[in-house]
């Protein structure tokens, strides 16, 4: 396989940031600070209108901050243009010029700098499986090796920072697979450093190294995707970062980090105290993939097993998903969603079950947390 063109690095200190952002101000965003490693990639997550692109378009150059500073590799670009940035720009694939081969798409950025190195374009549509249609016309070829082609067409001139927004958006589950395993090989290949915008937790959570949660312009969290999925420091980022059950209740008792809640469907379970009293009302928070289910009875699964009914089981891919109904006899249910490995069916629609998961596992926020 043919190298990946890896940028030149500047004289710099080696622990300076390829990007920094101090108190950037742009768009709903009112103040984010952050830097970037060589060779690291940050994804900003959100919904739509939370500020991720307008924070990518600012440091491209395509927006003017209202306030703040952005520094690539030390430098202020606060006068710099556009096309003086040095960064490759992963445009949608509908920005791929239609009067062009795919060929000459991707050789633009070397033409634009007075660059004449067809080499280069071999080697980026060789490692993309582009070379067979090189001499096509983008309107004719399929969602994916146009999303290859800009993605080729922003590393070709071997820049030091990469920007992509929504990445693989309009592809179907498996063509974003295989579009963020290009986009991890060809960025460790390369060492270019990547700041993304996703508004799915999958996407981001699948690329990056470290994740911005945004929302509504705040900075709720930033942490390692790890971090972020087993660590939520609120109900809105675990929400954000990945399916979760919420469930109302009222805290009972607290004992070092773990409360006991009795849930409105009228079941005790335990859960980590976030910022929680005794008497308050709060939400829990449970990861679809960190409840256990078995058809046996509450008192043979174990302590803080509960009893349950099983409405649906839908087998996709190579897991399980269920969906029960928990609660104590009298007191209106809850719908409990649950992810298991796939493997022979549990049990019969409308029967019995009994689920439990780890105290340590499940989150207990004050209610007036968004969920």
Known sequence: MPPVPRPVEPLRPPDLPVLSLRHL???PVGDLSLDLAAGEAVLLLGPPGAGKSAVLDAVAGFRRPERGEIRLDGRGLAHTPTHRRGIGVVGSPDSLLSHLSLADNVALPLR???IRAPERVARMLALLDLAPH???RPAGLPAL?????????ALVF?????LIDAPGAGLDPAERAALAMDIRRLRAASGATLLGAARDAEDALGLADRVVV?????VLQIGTPAALHDGPAAARVAALTGAVNALPGQVT???NDLARILLACGVSVEARAMGLAAGQNCTVLVRPERIAVAAIAPSDMGEGAMPATLIEAIVAGGETRLRLLLGAEGAPPAELRVRRQAGPLLAAPGSAISVAWQGHRAWA???EAPA
Do not use: H, K
Not at 145 to 153: E, P, Q
């Open 158 to 162: 071997a820049p030091r920072l990469l």
């Open 145 to 153: 090796l146009r999303w290859r082609a800009v993605l080729a067409r």
């Open 365 to 367: 926020f004050p209610a």
């Open 134 to 136: 090189a001499a096509d």
């Open 253 to 255: 008792a607290i004992e």
């Open 112 to 114: 634009l700098r007075g």
């Open 25 to 27: 101000a742009v768009g």
């Open 214 to 218: 945004l929302d509504a312009g705040r």
